[in-house]
């Protein structure tokens, strides 16, 4: 189930959109403003560097979202919250392993779109239900 605070948050620019299959996909990010001492160890030898580059802006802390489009409408989606890269576009770029995605993304896309394909069937047979009988 996704968290009410990624579906609520309107703050997302898309950095990819592309064809697969009947849809389109659409890779887009929004800031994640979650309380970093929640989601991260402070203790751990990495924290300083971390507040040190995202207090600077060198580094984004990130949620990316796939949405699975058809005709417009949204029919599937996928998250990722607590994402840290310089932008959008470097952490896909980090994502890719020889020119494919890696499983990050790939995952969040076949969810997307398995999400996609099974709302596009319910509503099949609700439309059938309605309109042919």
């Not at 579906?7 to 800031?31: C, G, L, Y």
């Not at 796939?66 to 998250?79: H, L």
């Not at 997307?112 to 439309?127: P, S, T, V, W, Y």
Request: hydrophobic letters at 40%; proline letters at 2%.
């Amino acid at each position: 189930m996704t968290h009410a605070f990624f579906k609520n948050n309107d703050n997302f620019s898309v950095e990819e959109e592309f064809d697969r299959d009947q849809f389109i996909v659409e890779i887009a990010f929004a800031p994640d403003d979650t309380q970093l001492d929640l989601l991260f160890d402070t203790e751990a030898d990495y924290y300083p560097e971390l507040i040190e580059n995202l207090e600077s802006g060198f580094w984004q802390h990130m949620i990316c979202r796939v949405q699975a489009k058809y005709d417009g409408k949204v029919m599937g989606e996928s998250y990722l919250g607590s994402i840290v890269a310089e932008s959008p576009a470097a952490w896909l770029k980090e994502d890719t392993d020889n020119g494919d995605r890696s499983h990050q993304v790939n995952d969040m896309i076949d969810q997307a779109i398995d999400e996609a394909r099974k709302e596009a069937l319910r509503m099949l047979e609700i439309l059938k239900e309605d309109f042919l009988n």
